[in-house]
């Protein structure tokens, strides 16, 4: 009876045990669930939630970086998890973007496998290469400054095949994705290895055919786009260039001196602007200028390499003002539409 009873007690005693055990792992396992699971980034701007991490960061820098920008909402368990899973260590740089109510879990995994989201930078209507490196530098780790000094350096663009003048050539109009913590070398590289994509087989054939290189057709091209807006006049106004290089004449291109007197704003051209000592002044020198005066359009470019045959070498403004050009073949109808377009002007009171 008595062994009974001590057996009836011991039972109980293991059953407490057991149930406390249970109810402790419980807590345990709930906490740790917790922990791992529960929403910890809160982000108030759902549309911009991003985290930038500079190249070099550390793990506390991290963790600043989530506080600062009042995403992180307990520390605690973040580092915790984040020492778990060794991400202490793994530090990746980029543009993360972190949604509302996101766990720890979701966090570091996202952060450790360095997925990050790129960027999109647009290159279009540009006049010079400091442009460039502004645009980019706003969307890039890389600033405007470091990229500018890369882009000016003839030593390093000489391996590219260009130099400080000719550098614009090599961005091609396009919208491009980018990894934010991309450097000034390795954005060059990229738009080096998109320029090469847009020069195929076709475009390269008909370069070789008219006789030019691919700086040469983008200089042309360059100047055939600041001359219309009117896209079915860029293979007409190619072909007249190409016909005064054929002649061995010299350009005469209103936009090569206003790129040289810096000042795209004039409406008319005076003598004293074509004057100007200037390696991009094609009124004084012949042949294209030292390189493009612009960012040309695709258009433009394709207008060069599929030129119009024609025997026009002369163009002016029409004097209607509609943006498209009249063309002549002599210099005596030249001076005809010339003089109608001043007039034209002087009925406007455009003088400058």
């Not at 359009?297 to 599929?306: E, H, Q, R, Y």
């Amino acid at each position: 009876m008595e062994l009974f009873f001590y057996n009836k007690y011991y039972k109980k005693i293991l059953i407490l045990l057991a149930i406390f055990i249970i109810l402790f792992a419980a807590v345990l396992l709930i906490n740790i669930t917790s922990k791992i699971y529960l929403p910890n980034i809160e982000v108030s701007d759902r549309s911009n939630g991003y985290l930038y991490i500079p190249t070099g960061s550390k793990f506390s820098d991290v963790t600043n970086l989530l506080i600062e920008k009042h995403y992180l909402i307990k520390k605690e368990t973040y580092e915790w998890l984040a020492r778990k899973k060794h991400y202490i260590n793994h530090v990746k740089p980029g543009r993360y973007r972190l949604k509302d109510r996101m766990n720890n879990n979701e966090l570091i995994c996202l952060l450790r496998s360095g997925k990050q989201e790129p960027v999109k930078i647009s290159f279009h209507d540009l006049r010079k290469i400091d442009e460039v490196a502004g645009i980019a530098g706003k969307h890039l780790e890389a600033d405007s400054i470091s990229i500018l000094k890369y882009l000016q350096a003839d030593t390093f663009l000489d391996h590219f095949g260009f130099n400080s003048k000719t550098a614009i050539a090599m961005v091609i109009p396009n919208t491009y994705e980018f990894f934010w913590n991309t450097n000034a070398v390795d954005f060059i590289r990229r738009m080096f290895k998109e320029y090469n994509k847009f020069w195929n087989n076709k475009r390269d054939w008909k370069a070789k055919d008219i006789e030019m290189t691919r700086i040469q057709v983008i200089t042309l091209a360059s100047i055939v786009d600041e001359e219309t807006n009117v896209d079915s006049e860029y293979p007409i106004i190619a072909g007249l260039y190409i016909n005064r290089l054929k002649y061995d004449m010299p350009l005469q291109a209103d936009p090569t001196v206003k790129f040289a007197l810096n000042d795209f704003t004039l409406k008319r051209l005076l003598r004293i602007h074509t004057e100007i000592k200037s390696p991009y002044n094609t009124y004084i020198y012949k042949g294209l200028p030292p390189g493009p005066i612009s960012m040309p359009s695709i258009k433009a470019i394709d207008g060069v390499l599929n030129y119009t045959k024609h025997n026009y070498l002369y163009m002016c403004a029409n004097s209607d003002f509609s943006g498209n050009h009249v063309f002549a073949k002599t210099l005596i109808q030249h001076n005809q539409n010339a003089e109608a377009y001043q007039n034209a002007l002087n009925k406007r009171k455009i003088f400058d």
